[in-house]
C-alpha cells in the first residue's frame, strides 16, 4: 500500500518560532540614557559646588555663548587680521601695561 494511495493528504507545515532573537537596539538606548543621565548630574554637581562669582559666569556664558557683545572680539576662532580686532588687541596691551601687567 503505497503512501496517500488511500485519499489520505499528509501535510507537514514548518513551525516558524517568534520572538527568538531580538536585536540589540535596546542596549543602545539603554546606554545613550545613562550618559544624558550621566552628564546631567555631573552638571548638578558642578553647580552645586560652584562659587556666585562661577555662577554669575556661567549665566554670562549662556546668556550670549559667543562672548562677542561682552569681549568685544570675533565670534570666529580665526583672526583674520580685521581692524577692530588689531585696535582692540592693542588697546588691551595698553591698558595692561598701564597697570604695570608683565607680559
Not at 532573537?21 to 546606554?31: D, E, N, Q, T
Not at 569681549?71 to 582692540?88: E, K, M, T, Y
Amino acid at each position: 500500500m503505497a503512501l496517500g494511495s488511500n485519499g489520505l493528504v499528509i501535510r507537514r507545515v514548518k513551525k516558524i518560532k517568534k520572538g527568538g532573537r531580538h536585536s540589540g537596539a535596546w542596549k543602545i538606548a539603554l546606554a545613550d540614557f545613562a550618559l544624558a543621565m550621566m552628564a546631567l548630574f555631573l552638571v548638578l554637581w558642578i553647580l552645586s559646588v560652584a562659587s556666585p562669582e562661577e555662577l554669575a559666569s556661567i549665566e554670562g556664558y549662556f546668556q550670549d555663548p559667543t562672548g562677542a557683545s561682552t569681549a568685544g572680539f570675533s565670534a570666529n576662532p580665526i583672526d583674520l587680521g580685521g581692524v577692530r580686532q588689531r585696535v582692540l588687541r592693542e588697546n588691551w596691551i595698553c591698558n595692561c601695561l598701564s597697570q604695570g601687567v608683565r607680559m
